[in-house]
């Protein structure tokens, strides 16, 4: 159920406003308002989600107060002058209807609101996808992409992690088990106990050395289910 406040000076225009309501279902009058400093109070107390405003009202006008607000509610204008449609189309309101509004053009008008209160509820914004980890190393906090890595080589307690470009490999006092856990399953595998490959840059599979983009790394046949997992997406 949407909630929604009318706005405007006139009472018999919050009456005419309120009646053509009577005839939209899921669209619940949450107040009346006469100015623009009513709406805000009522907008203050709870959230709405359309309002219905008049522009010449006394004091800060519609245009005004649909632009002080920071959380704004979707927007229909209802005001008996056509001259400040650009400018309220330009604050992305939901229409702009003129006095006298037949009932059809109002139905039609809250029926875009409904549709777009539905979408919204209906989203579910995704995650976003990270392509990077952090690692110390040289006493810095070093940022590195995961496209970046050609291959992670275990050295005991440390880590070497090989570029694509041959910059200067980084050494991390890190267990290869503990960084495997920050890499995306999907494109990092153990292919060695002691090599963790990017599926990304491997151009090669062989009995027993994977070939890279600049080297090749040692395959082990201890870690078969997971090569066997990896010539999938290869």
Avoid: W
């Avoid at 875009?112 to 976003?128: G, H, I, T």
């Amino acid at each position: 159920m949407m909630r929604c406040l009318i706005i405007d000076d006139e009472p018999l225009a919050l009456d005419l406003l309120e009646d053509n309501l009577k005839h939209v279902h899921n669209i619940q009058v949450a107040g009346r308002c006469r100015n623009a400093g009513e709406a805000i109070l009522a907008m203050q107390k709870e959230p709405i989600d359309l309002i219905f405003c008049d522009i010449y009202m006394p004091g800060i006008n519609g245009l005004q107060l649909v632009k002080s607000l920071t959380q704004r509610p979707m927007v229909i204008f209802v005001t008996a002058y056509e001259k400040f449609a650009i400018e309220g189309f330009e604050l992305d309101v939901i229409d702009y209807l003129v006095k006298p509004v037949p009932l059809d053009r109002f139905l039609k008008a809250c029926h875009k609101a409904l549709d777009l209160f539905e979408l919204r509820r209906s989203y579910v914004p995704q995650p976003a996808v990270k392509n990077y980890f952090f690692l110390h190393a040289d006493y810095n906090l070093i940022k590195i992409s995961f496209d970046q890595v050609e291959y992670i080589e275990g050295l005991k307690d440390y880590i070497k992690i090989h570029f694509t470009n041959l910059q200067k490999p980084i050494l991390s006092r890190i267990s290869l088990k503990a960084v495997e856990l920050q890499l995306p399953s999907d494109q990092f595998f153990r292919v060695h106990k002691s090599f963790l490959v990017n599926l990304q840059h491997v151009s090669q599979l062989r009995r027993a050395r994977i070939k890279m983009i600049n080297t090749e790394v040692p395959l082990s046949d201890s870690y078969r289910d997971v090569i066997n997992r990896m010539i999938g997406k290869f």
